[in-house]
């Protein structure tokens, strides 16, 4: 069982490329997000989707996009890097919207230089 | 507003003390669930607790405890026995119904042998 699966795990970008972080989980859950974590601070929801081609922004959204084609899927697209965009990224998905169990990616670790 | 407030960026605790990690939430929701997390070095998020609250009874698991103390709007964890093992930074989190989650900002706990 893999669980939530977060390529790649490392990446470095220049400032105003682009690039799209992968997720994906085999759990058959319908609920997946993404979220950021900056040195000193707690996870920050980036935009979430309660299934597939639904999709909400979080608290913050601005510089991403996202899309839910599939259950098992939920791409980040940085548009136009940008170093404040450096930053640790976490996929997490969960059975549904109420459910309590959250299983989180191991993470990815971007910078934009 | 919903928010999380860890006061204690640092923790320090003997090996097989027990040791408490403050955590305070701000919601105007009735229905809303509490939650630990623990990152290792290596970055996962673990999972460790979860507190529902209309749960009348204090969560526990293993050797973790969540202190509900709902007037108070505070969900402390209570780590007993401690271990080199625990050594990582806690995060506390909060989810409100239909919404994904609001982390803290963490602390840091280390286990001295």
């Known amino acids: 069982n893999a669980g939530v699966t977060q390529t790649p795990k490392f990446q470095v970008l220049k400032t105003g490329q682009s690039m799209t972080l992968q997720c994906a989980q085999d759990?058959?859950?319908?609920?997946m997000s993404w979220y950021r974590q900056d040195p000193g601070m707690g996870l920050r929801l980036i935009h979430y989707?309660?299934?597939?081609?639904?999709?909400d922004q979080g608290e913050v959204p601005n510089g991403y996009n996202v899309s839910r084609s599939t259950t098992e899927d939920f791409p980040l697209r940085l548009l136009s890097a940008a170093p404040s965009q450096t930053s640790v990224y976490f996929c997490?998905?969960?059975?549904?919207?109420?459910?309590?169990?959250?299983?989180f990616g191991e993470g990815s670790w971007l910078t934009v230089v | 507003a919903q928010k999380i407030t860890q006061t204690q960026p640092g923790m320090f605790v003997q090996e097989k003390e027990a040791v408490t990690l403050d955590c305070t939430y701000d919601?105007?929701?009735?229905?809303?669930?509490l939650f630990w997390y623990k990152q290792p070095s290596s970055g996962e998020m673990i999972f460790l607790i979860y507190?529902?609250?209309?749960?009348?009874q204090n969560a526990t698991e293993g050797r973790y405890s969540l202190n509900f103390q709902k007037a108070r709007k505070s969900a402390n964890l209570v780590i007993s026995a401690s271990q080199l093992g625990d050594s990582a930074m806690y995060f506390c989190?909060?989810?409100?119904?239909?919404?994904?989650?609001?982390f803290g900002a963490g602390t840091r706990l280390t286990v001295k042998p």
């Open positions: 989707s309660v299934g597939a081609g639904i999709t």
């Open positions: 997490a998905s969960r059975l549904d919207s109420s459910g309590n169990t959250i299983y």
């Open positions: 759990m058959n859950h319908e609920y």
């Open positions: 989190a909060m989810r409100v119904w239909n919404n994904d989650m609001r």
């Open positions: 507190q529902g609250s209309y749960d009348e």
């Open positions: 919601t105007s929701d009735q229905s809303y669930g």
